[in-house]
């Protein structure tokens, strides 16, 4: 399984981002697929995931209205378009996956991660 993310870079406050995640060697029917960030000093947390399914999507409440998760079932790519971004919004992102009938808790597989930095 390899799930591959870029995009990251420097962006202004109110900018936005499009980050991707490449992913392979998963059986997509049976795993969720996610975002998570890591700011500087703290711990990893989670950021959106979705359904490969049918494309329903959770979104934690920091970024809600403001972040889409979203798929190409053809490229077998998630994405994360980032809006409106904040200096808090600075971490490195990283892709996820895990079994579907577990919980975030259990993360199957990590990308490698992507930096992200809001700054002016």
């Known amino acids: 399984v390899q799930l591959q993310a870029s995009g990251g870079g420097l962006v202004q406050p109110g900018g936005s981002l499009h980050l991707s995640c490449a992913a392979s060697?998963?059986?997509?029917?049976?795993?969720?697929l996610g975002w998570f960030r890591q700011a500087p000093g703290k711990e990893r947390v989670f950021v959106a995931s979705?359904?490969?399914?049918?494309?329903?999507?959770y979104y934690a409440d920091s970024v809600k209205g403001r972040f889409t998760i979203s798929r190409d079932k053809a490229k077998n790519t998630m994405y994360l378009q980032m809006s409106n971004l904040k200096p808090e919004d600075t971490a490195v992102y990283y892709c996820?996956?895990?079994?579907?009938?577990?919980?975030?808790?259990?993360?199957?597989?990590w990308g490698q991660g992507t930096l992200v930095t809001v700054s002016s």
């Open positions: 060697g998963l059986t997509f029917s049976s795993y969720r």
């Open positions: 996820a996956a895990r079994r579907s009938v577990t919980t975030w808790s259990r993360v199957d597989y």
């Open positions: 979705i359904i490969w399914s049918d494309s329903a999507a």
